[in-house]
């Protein structure tokens, strides 16, 4: 099968975007709060510590401890989510200067929720010559659950004409199950993917965040129904008139299932699958 997209420099688009909305939603961020996160059970003694929220990266909380230790040691351990891979991040430095070090990365693919994930951790790599042993077990976490401002309910809802998107399935046609997610709506290539929707909370007033960030993937299904993303691109999408609406060009697709990922800080992404087709002759 031929490629099924070209990359594009949204992904840039997106960094670049972001550093300027948080300091436009620097108010809005005054009132984040996050518990601490415990990390335990690594194969490193020292990474089993209490991280603090320090900010936000990308819409999602990171978290960090810092410390000094005996003979000069330094530590630095984070955890932070980074939409671009797609996955958490929990990286652990132990550090006497740039030659002399113990370096580890632990990774996560569980991105079912806006909140780092407790087990599912694994080891990414382990260098430097303060290491002793090889780190494993990977860890597992507890807390970060948001507080305060943060733990509002803020609820992604669809603002489109079907739903999130601008069409749905043929009336009276039940929506395909395909891999892991239903199939939302069919389009040829060529034809815009189009969509709105709007973000509330719990009294079902607007919130006040200016942005969404939509990215989408070409999708493989594998054995056992196992799906494979592969992404394409991916930018903001800016509240106009109370609505995120959104469009996405599909000349450069191969027929076959695509995602669409919808997210905002501090609620979990809304997936949505569409199948493109060749168009009809």
């Not at 620097?26 to 990390?39: H, N, S, T």
């Not at 955890?79 to 113990?102: F, V």
């Not at 999130?164 to 040829?188: C, I, K, M, Q």
Request: with cysteine; glycine share 10%; hydrophobic share 40%.
């Amino acid at each position: 099968m031929g490629s099924r997209r070209k990359v594009g420099v949204g992904w840039l688009a997106v960094l670049v975007g972001v550093a300027v909305l948080m300091a436009a939603l620097a108010g809005f961020a005054d009132e984040e709060c996050y518990e601490d996160v415990i990390v335990r059970g690594s194969g490193f003694a020292w990474v089993n510590v209490r991280l603090e929220f320090d900010s936000m990266f990308h819409g999602y909380p990171h978290f960090e401890a810092q410390w000094t230790g005996d003979g000069g040691l330094t530590y630095t351990i984070q955890l932070w989510y980074y939409d671009i891979e797609n996955r958490w991040h929990l990286p652990a430095t132990m550090r006497i200067d740039s030659s002399t070090y113990c370096n580890v990365v632990y990774l996560n693919d569980d991105v079912s929720s806006s909140t780092p994930p407790s087990t599912g951790w694994y080891q990414q790599f382990v260098a430097g010559c303060l290491c002793e042993g090889d780190g494993l077990p990977a860890p597992t976490l507890s807390g970060g659950e948001p507080c305060g401002l943060a733990a509002a309910l803020i609820e992604l809802l669809p603002a489109g004409l079907a739903g999130f998107l601008d069409r749905g399935r043929p009336e009276g046609e039940e929506p395909p199950v395909v891999g892991e997610l239903v199939v939302s709506a069919t389009y040829e290539v060529g034809e815009l993917i189009s969509g709105c929707c709007s973000l509330v909370d719990s009294s079902g007033a607007p919130v006040d965040v200016s942005y969404l960030t939509l990215s989408w993937y070409a999708v493989t299904i594998g054995d056992d129904f196992f799906d494979v993303r592969e992404p394409i691109d991916s930018r903001l999408v800016y509240e106009e008139d109370g609505a995120f609406c959104f469009s996405i060009p599909t000349a450069e697709f191969a027929p076959g299932y695509y995602d669409i990922r919808l997210g905002a800080p501090f609620v979990d992404y809304q997936w949505i699958r569409v199948e493109v087709v060749a168009p009809a002759e």
